[in-house]
């Protein structure tokens, strides 16, 4: 098998973390504190050498990627990337164990959130900053891995994107990839300036206005403060964080397309609107919840209820805790309902994690289908979504993404298990991650849903559970197939 290609990109994704390894030191430079500057400096010099080597190495011209290549360097850039991506963490100090860093670096990268510092304040203001841009980062790579993998497998018929990326079969390689990083880098910066200016005019500062908008955009969920989401005390700042995070659990290639000249892009498309209705949904049931379970009043019942279910579903994390009476209050209904909603995720092509609303839906049609059949057993039921017919190959990859996602459930529960967690703070931590919402599991949440809660944050689990949430992450963020493919001997043997 040719290895140039699966090189190229992943020297070239190694050569921009370099890049971007240079930001942070203006802060660091900014509060004094040289050695964080130089533990960056070192970081990027390490990573552009390994990086540049691999482009030089590989720099032959290759005119296709193939199905096993493309999964290959989707599997490795997700792999390698926070393993330089630590280098700070760890260079810094801030992080004095190797899978301490390795695993706040991969949830980052992953758009997980899970962090293992608990006094996110204390840091210096370069590795907030870095934390943040490295979410936004994985936010990108992610749509720009998608956008290939779909253009190499050729699984266009419902992205835009991936049509006009493959609208040549003559193209090379590096063109086609040239043109995905420039048409979704545009949608995507614009997408995030724009966050930052409404978050500053809403009355946030600048430095905190650039974290929460590459975090909120990248649906990654770091915080820089310890107060969690009561940082929000303006109800325009929250708005406006709503906003942008369901934006980024929509499908990037509706956006280009609507940047691109389709005005109609978003209402013609079903998941979209599936997005909007279960968001509809959700909130209005965890508003009645708040309502006849605590004693907080109607408003901020509802202002509880919009914020943590757009939070839950687009897999952000930003949770913001109900208060009643100056008591934490955490329903444990609206618990259950928060993990529901984390599982199912937002779009397909978005940042979000999860199962994705567009499984989900051909699977509640299916059932749906299969009632009707009981009643009308020689009924000919055609399944479709939106315009298109749903095929007998799609029914069963959906089935057996969900099958791997509740079996990886299970043993991820399992293996947390046997680091002495109980099995609700066990199963609850392998949601989360699996979902790559993390971020959503709080000291708070899991003392207000168990008696004897043995779960305090996630520095204080074990290295091997640590792992083991790495893993996690990192399955789900690749979505089981990518690394299940690579696993089959009968790929490698064409």
């Known amino acids: 098998m040719n290895l140039n290609p699966v090189l190229t990109i992943l020297g070239w994704a190694l050569s921009v973390l370099a890049c971007l390894m240079l930001v942070p030191i203006m802060f660091a430079f900014d509060i004094g504190t040289i050695d964080t500057a130089g533990s960056f400096l070192v970081s990027s010099i390490v990573t552009f050498f390994v990086g540049g080597g691999l482009v030089f190495a590989s720099r032959r011209e290759n005119t296709s990627m193939e199905r096993r290549q493309s999964y290959l360097t989707v599997t490795l850039v997700w792999i390698v990337i926070p393993l330089f991506a630590a280098m700070p963490f760890y260079f810094s100090g801030v992080s004095t164990d190797l899978i301490d860093a390795y695993f706040e670096a991969m949830s980052g990268f992953t758009t997980t959130g899970a962090s293992i510092f608990s006094d996110v304040e204390a840091l210096p203001r370069s590795i907030l900053f870095w934390r943040a841009l490295l979410e936004w980062f994985g936010g990108f790579s992610l749509i720009i891995m998608l956008s290939i993998l779909a253009t190499t497998v050729n699984d266009m018929a419902n992205n835009s994107l991936g049509r006009a990326i493959a609208k040549s079969n003559r193209r090379r390689l590096s063109r086609k990839v040239r043109y995905a990083v420039i048409s979704i880098l ?45 940082l929000f005390s303006g109800r325009l700042i929250e708005l406006v964080l709503m906003i942008f995070m ?18 109609k892009a978003y209402f013609q498309n079903p998941e979209y609107r599936y997005l909007i209705y279960v968001l509809i949904a959700l909130i209005a049931v965890t508003f009645t919840m708040l309502l006849m379970q605590t004693d907080i ?8 209820a919009m914020f943590n279910s757009v939070s839950a579903l687009t897999t952000t994390g930003f949770m913001m805790p109900p208060v009643s009476n100056g008591t934490l209050v955490w329903p444990i209904g609206v618990v259950f309902l928060m993990l529901l909603a984390a599982t199912i995720g937002g779009s397909t092509g978005s940042t979000a994690g999860g199962v994705k609303l567009l499984r989900i839906i051909m699977l509640l049609k299916l059932g749906l289908a299969e009632v009707r059949r009981l009643s009308f057993p020689r009924a000919v039921i055609l399944l479709k979504y939106g315009k298109e017919n749903i095929t007998k190959d799609t029914i069963l990859s959906t089935w057996a993404f969900f099958a791997f996602y509740l079996f990886a459930a299970i ?79 009968a790929l490698w043997r064409r």
């Open 297 to 304: 009043n109607p408003t901020d019942s509802l202002r509880y």
């Open 411 to 489: 043993l991820v529960s399992l293996g947390l298990a046997l680091t002495d967690l109980d099995m609700e703070a066990s199963l609850t931590l392998a949601l989360a991650n699996l979902a790559n919402a993390g971020a959503i599991v709080s000291t708070d949440l899991i003392v207000q849903t168990s008696e004897n809660p043995q779960f305090v944050s996630y520095e204080a689990l074990s290295g091997f559970a640590k792992i083991i949430l790495c893993i996690a992450m990192l399955v789900g963020r690749l979505e089981f197939f990518a690394i299940l493919t690579l696993l089959n001997p």
């Open 246 to 263: 369901v934006i980024g659990a929509i499908d990037f290639a509706l956006h280009w397309a609507f940047f691109n000249g389709d005005r």
């Open 186 to 230: 545009g949608v995507y910066s614009l997408l995030t300036v724009s966050c930052i200016l409404l978050l500053w005019l809403a009355g946030m500062g600048m430095f905190e206005s650039i974290c929460y908008a590459f975090s909120t955009l990248s649906t990654g969920g770091f915080m820089i403060s310890n107060s969690g989401a009561e």
